[in-house]
C-alpha cells in the first residue's frame, strides 16, 4: 500500500501541476490582443482532454471502479465486527473508507487534498487493537449523566483510529503559512473522519435507492450534521476520553437526524 500510496501521489502532483500551469497559461494568453482569448479557450479545451484521457487510462486497468464511481454500500460500522474472516473485513474496511473519503473530498471539492490507504489500513490495525482491549472510561469512577450506545462506541472508536492515523495530505503550495495549513488539515481531518463514520450509520435511513445515490447522498447528508456541531466534535476528540465523549456526540446526532 505504501508503494501504491507512492505512486498515487505521484500521479497526483503532477497531474495537479499541470491544472495549474495549464490554469496560468489560458489567463496570461486571454490578455494577449486578438489571438489571445482564442488560445487562452484552446488551453482550457487541451487541458480537459488531457484529465478525460487520464481519467479513461484509470477507468481501463482499475479493478476498483464500482467504489470509484460510489457504486457501493456503505455499511453501518458495526458490520466490521462481523464474520470470522478477519481478512476479507480488513479489505473491505480499507476499501470502503478509503473510497468514501476520496468521494467526501470531491463532494466539498478539496481537490489540493489526498487520501492515503496506507494511514487507512493503520486505521483498521488501530481499531481491532481498541475493540479487543475494549477500550474504557479511563477514570472508571466518574458517573456520567448518558451513556452511549455499543453501537456508538464502535463507530467512536473507528473515528478515533482513522483521525489519529491521519489519512489526508495536502499538497501546499510554497506561500501558505505550515501553521495555518496544519490546523485547518487537522479540522478537515476529523470532519471528513467523523462524516464518513456517520454515513455507513445514515445508509439504513434510504432503502431501495441504488448504491451510488445511497453513499453519495449518505455522505453529503453526514458532512451537514457534522459541520452543524464541528465544535462540539473537536472539543470530544480532544477531551482525555475521547471514545465515550465521540460516542455520546454520535447517539446525540443519530437520534436528531
Not at 501558505?176 to 467523523?194: F, K, N, R, Y
Amino acid at each position: 500500500m505504501v508503494i501504491k500510496d507512492s505512486l498515487r501521489e505521484i500521479r497526483f502532483s503532477a497531474t495537479m501541476g499541470a491544472k495549474r500551469w495549464m490554469q496560468e497559461m489560458e489567463g496570461v494568453l486571454s490578455n494577449i490582443p486578438k489571438v489571445g482569448p482564442t488560445l487562452g479557450a484552446a488551453t482550457k479545451t487541451a487541458s480537459q482532454l488531457l484529465q478525460f484521457a487520464d481519467r479513461a487510462a484509470v477507468d481501463s486497468f482499475s479493478t476498483e471502479n464500482h467504489h470509484r464511481r460510489a457504486e457501493f454500500r456503505l455499511p453501518p460500522p458495526h458490520f466490521y465486527l462481523n464474520g470470522t474472516d478477519q481478512s476479507a473485513l480488513s479489505k473491505l474496511f480499507i476499501k470502503n473508507h478509503y473510497w468514501a473519503l476520496k468521494h467526501l473530498l470531491k463532494l466539498k471539492n478539496k481537490t489540493d487534498f489526498f487520501v492515503q490507504e496506507e494511514s487507512v489500513s493503520r486505521s483498521w490495525r488501530y481499531f481491532k487493537e481498541m475493540q479487543s482491549a475494549k477500550v474504557v472510561l479511563l477514570d472508571s469512577s466518574l458517573t456520567f449523566a448518558a451513556r452511549a450506545s455499543e453501537s456508538c462506541l464502535v463507530s467512536a472508536r473507528i473515528i478515533d483510529a482513522l483521525y489519529r492515523n491521519k489519512p489526508l495530505l495536502h499538497h501546499a503550495g510554497a506561500s501558505q503559512d505550515p501553521e495555518a495549513l496544519a490546523e485547518s488539515t487537522a479540522t478537515l481531518t476529523l470532519h471528513s473522519c467523523v462524516s464518513v463514520v456517520l454515513a455507513g450509520e445514515i445508509t439504513s435511513f434510504s432503502p431501495n435507492v441504488s448504491a451510488q445515490t445511497e453513499t453519495l447522498e449518505a455522505l453529503k447528508l453526514a458532512d451537514e450534521v457534522c459541520g452543524a456541531r464541528l465544535g462540539r466534535w473537536e472539543t470530544a476528540i480532544l477531551h482525555r476520553d475521547p471514545i465515550h465523549q465521540l460516542a455520546l456526540e454520535l447517539d446525540f446526532s443519530i437520534r436528531h437526524l
